[in-house]
């Protein structure tokens, strides 16, 4: 057959057109004709008849014979599908259609050189599956007698592929040979033999070649060893990524405890007590007879309760106390010795601290008055905002109003144009309205005929059920009346004081077994007892050191409280003072600030005049979705807290329910 292009390029256009064909939507002839245009097209030549005639009878062959070539693919995915792609069952497909039906067409030839274009590996195991005499004449042939006519299947199918079966097995073996990298040696005719007379003339002697100097190499240098290991920059750049990649996390981790920190300003005095005052209102509305509640019980708080401590306790206390009494025995020495106090120093710090802690105030007075006077300043303006965007919402209402006023006005003349449709229509629907009433009422005679005679059926079978189930009952109530009488046993008189017989060793009566068991009782009683003296001397040894111990420590906790009061009494005179702030910018920004305030209470004085009725209801529904909005934004707010929680991997209930805490008290 003489193509213009390889063998391997027509099986590939081939391929192409059986995968790019999709029955549902495209009809074979034009599919194949399209597919045959732009492969001219990529081509910049068209192809030649023979090449066009064979892609399209092989193609046609393939769709209509799917179901013979379905058998063969099956069986070999079957058996070999899990060492076998699906993607190359159209390339199978295409070499089980050549074989079996256009095999006499092309000749071994052909065909072998179309198996060889493609991989031989592939080609040798899906060969030696499909021909298979086995194969053929068993399973394949039956599935084949199932969809067609058993003389179409021996003339037209098995008849041509066994006549050229040993050819095609020969080639098989040679496949075999070429995978295994033993391919059969070609025979090449051996030319005949041609005398030639005898050469007895002597040969020349074979010249001794000179000696070649042997070169003298370089020592070979050992392979170096960065050529096993990572170089430094490598290493350095991990560590680097590392660090950052550690860094993201703790900013991540930083973020998501704190995203909700800022995001919640706090509400003014005047708004938390508007808003009170409209809660209040609405909930002294709404009567319910509610069940008075008992007061709680008063806590009786005990400040000097006494606290039970533990030996160990005791003994760490004791042990610390001594060790501390040590200590002041060596500063006392020191200090006889010659050694310096440190007051002086404390007074010093002390001082030093004063003024650290005055320049602090100073600074945070600054900050709050600034803070206090750009609070002042917002106001301002949000009244100024809120009093442009009353007038335009005024102008609004007023535009919709009229809008309002020509669609009602329109609305109603469509109304009345339908309403005289519908007067119409209805004339005319009068008389199928009787008929379907008579309908209606004759189907409702059959169903209740019907619903009677079922009620019958279902109180006969009930009755029947219902006799049948006491008949069982009965029965059962007898076979457990004769499970629970038992059978009388007679009782088998023993004699304790005989033996077994046995003729063992150590045997013996049960008289004797527990005349023997008291003497080992009595034994173990009199060790138990010697064991608890023991133990109530050592207690009581211990007790006497506790006690002496527990004076000890009495001694110095009262020495430390009457310590602790007067350092407390102290500190309370040093905070009783208020520290004076004394700077001229603070006192600027205090005066500022009284001017802002002034000049806010006088505009809110002013609007506050102004406000009727409807302003008073407008700011209820506010507050009332507002206060909604804020309930679905803390249950948001919960729920994203939880979510961070987990990825933190905070696993106690407590942690997770003091977070949510916090973040309620950073909302309100």
């Known amino acids: 057959m003489a193509v213009n292009l390889s063998y391997g390029d027509l099986v590939q256009c081939c391929l192409e057109v059986i995968q790019s064909f999709n029955p549902i939507t495209d009809a074979p002839e034009d599919h194949v004709n399209q597919y045959l245009k732009q492969f001219s097209l990529s081509l910049t030549q068209e192809l030649g008849e023979s090449e066009q005639t064979f892609v399209m009878e092989v193609f046609s062959g393939c769709i209509r014979y ?80 199932k969809q067609y006519d058993a003389a179409f299947v021996q003339s037209d199918l098995l008849s041509p592929i066994l006549r050229w079966h040993p ?48 070169p003298t190499l370089r020592k070979h240098s050992g392979v170096p060893q960065t050529t096993y290991s990572e170089p430094r920059e490598q290493i350095e750049i991990s560590a680097i990524q590392e660090m950052n990649r550690r860094q993201a996390e703790e900013q991540l981790m930083e973020a998501s405890r704190s995203q909700f920190a800022c995001a919640n300003p706090e509400k003014s005095a005047k708004t938390k007590q508007r808003l009170a005052k409209i809660i209040t209102e609405e909930e002294q509305k709404l009567q319910f ?47 006889e010795a010659g050694a310096k106090d440190k007051t002086e120093f404390l007074e010093w710090q002390r001082r030093m601290k004063a003024k650290d802690t005055a320049e602090q105030l100073a600074e945070i007075e600054k900050r709050r008055l600034g803070g206090k006077m750009s ?5 301002l303006s949000r009244e100024k905002i809120a009093e442009e965007n009353r007038r335009k919402v005024a ?102 004081s005989s033996t077994g017989g046995h003729k063992l060793l150590g045997e013996m009566s049960i008289v004797e077994l527990r005349e023997r068991l008291a003497l080992f009782e009595e034994e173990e009683r009199e060790k138990e007892e010697r064991k608890r003296d023991d133990i109530i001397e050592a207690k009581q040894a211990k007790h006497k050191m506790l006690v002496s111990t527990i004076e000890m420590i009495s001694r110095h906790r009262t020495e430390q409280n009457r310590a602790a009061a007067i350092k407390m009494e102290t500190l309370k005179s040093c905070h009783s003072k208020k520290p004076e702030i004394h700077d001229e910018k603070v006192a600027d920004l205090q005066r500022r600030l009284e001017e802002k305030r002034a000049e806010r209470l006088q ?54 329910k003091a977070t949510n805490r916090n973040v309620a008290l950073a909302m309100y």
């Not at 109603?412 to 119409?424: I, M, S, T």
């Open 66 to 145: 799917s179901r013979v070539l379905r058998v063969v693919l099956d069986g070999f995915y079957n058996r070999d599908g899990k060492t076998i792609l699906r993607s190359e069952q159209n390339l199978y497909l295409v070499f089980t259609y050549l074989a079996l039906f256009r095999l006499d067409e092309l000749g071994i030839d052909v065909f072998r050189k179309m198996v060889l274009s493609q991989d031989i590996n592939k080609m040798y195991r899906f060969l030696n599956f499909f021909l298979d005499d086995k194969n053929l004449r068993t399973w394949m042939k039956d599935e084949w007698n």
């Open 167 to 214: 050819v095609l097995m020969k080639f098989v073996a040679q496949l075999k040979s070429k995978v295994d990298n033993m391919s059969a040696k070609k025979r090449t005719k051996t030319a005949a033999t041609v005398l030639e007379p005898f050469n007895l003339t002597k040969p020349r002697p074979r010249g001794v070649p000179m000696p070649e100097i042997i």
């Open 289 to 335: 007879n509610k069940s008075k509640a008992m007061p709680a019980p008063p806590r009786k708080i005990c400040e000097n309760a006494p606290v039970k401590l533990n030996t160990v306790t005791i003994l760490r206390e004791g042990r610390l106390y001594k060790k501390r009494e040590e200590e002041e025995l060596k500063r006392l020495e020191g200090y």
């Open 375 to 379: 609070y002042e300043e917002a106001i």
């Open 395 to 496: 102008e609004m209402k007023e535009k919709a109003a009229k809008y309002m006023q020509d669609y009602m006005e329109q609305k109603l003349e469509e109304e009345q144009q339908q309403k005289r449709l519908v007067e119409g229509v209805l004339s005319t629907h009068e008389n199928a309205k009787e008929a379907k009433k008579r309908m209606k009422e004759y189907k409702g005679k059959i169903v209740q005929e019907v619903t009677e005679e079922l009620k019958d059926l279902m109180k006969q079978a009930l009755e029947e059920a219902e006799v049948e189930m006491k008949q069982r009952m009965h029965i059962i109530h007898e076979i457990r009346a004769l499970e629970s009488t038992r059978s009388v046993r007679h009782a088998k008189m023993v004699d304790l």
């Open 603 to 656: 505009k809110q004085e002013m609007s506050r005049r102004g406000v009727d009725k409807r302003s008073l209801q407008r700011l209820r529904q506010l507050s009332t979705s507002k206060k909604i909005s804020e309930e679905n934004r803390w249950r948001e707010l919960e729920e994203s807290r939880e979510r961070s929680a987990r990825v933190c991997g905070q696993g106690p209930d407590k942690s997770a």
